[in-house]
């Protein structure tokens, strides 16, 4: 099983340097978990760069996969991690569905890092060195 976080969804739907590493899981739908909060943060960030149309097409490519609502269980193992981690309030909920569903999550996202069952890729800098 698969998770793609926020990052990895608009690195895809973007076409960037990291978009390759996150083909391969997203081509494999059976195994593709999406929580429902990676919706609301690429829905959001897509709306604010592009527009409705847009925002609306990337939330219909991500429910191709199964996509997994918060509950209470969730919610409450998800504020366990957060303090644990020092993770911020997405990233827990996504960490958690990830250790509930037996998922690998494929992100750039920083905040993950160093946690086992992740596949971690690094921002590509541009021409000026800033992270993209």
Same mark, same amino acid.
């Given at each position: #099983?698969? !998770? !793609?976080? +926020?990052?990895? &969804? ?15 899981? *997203?081509?494999? !739908?059976?195994?593709?978990? =999406?929580?429902?909060? %990676? $919706? ?11 527009? /409705?149309?847009?925002?609306? @097409?990337?939330?219909?490519? #991500?429910?191709?996969? %199964?996509? =997994? /609502?918060? %509950?209470?269980?969730?919610? $409450?193992?998800?504020?366990?991690? +957060?303090? @644990? *981690?020092?993770?911020? #309030?997405?990233?827990? $909920? $996504? *960490?958690? %569905?990830?250790?509930?569903?037996d998922a690998t999550i &494929?992100? @750039?996202? +920083?905040d993950f890092k160093n !946690? ?5 890729? +690094? ?6 060195? @800033?992270?993209?």
């Amino acid at each position: #099983m698969n !998770i !793609i976080d +926020s990052s990895g &969804w608009l690195e895809y739907f973007a076409d960037g340097s990291n978009a390759k590493h996150f083909q391969h899981p *997203l081509k494999d !739908i059976a195994s593709l978990i =999406v929580p429902v909060v %990676t $919706i609301y943060e690429v829905f959001k960030v897509v709306l604010r760069e592009a527009d /409705d149309n847009e925002a609306l @097409q990337a939330a219909a490519a #991500m429910q191709k996969g %199964t996509v =997994v /609502d918060m %509950t209470v269980n969730l919610a $409450i193992a998800a504020s366990k991690l +957060s303090l @644990q *981690l020092k993770l911020p #309030m997405a990233d827990s $909920i $996504i *960490l958690a %569905t990830a250790q509930a569903f037996d998922a690998t999550i &494929w992100t @750039q996202d +920083s905040d993950f890092k160093n !946690i086992p069952g992740v596949k971690f890729f +690094s921002k590509k800098s541009n021409k000026t060195g @800033q992270s993209e």
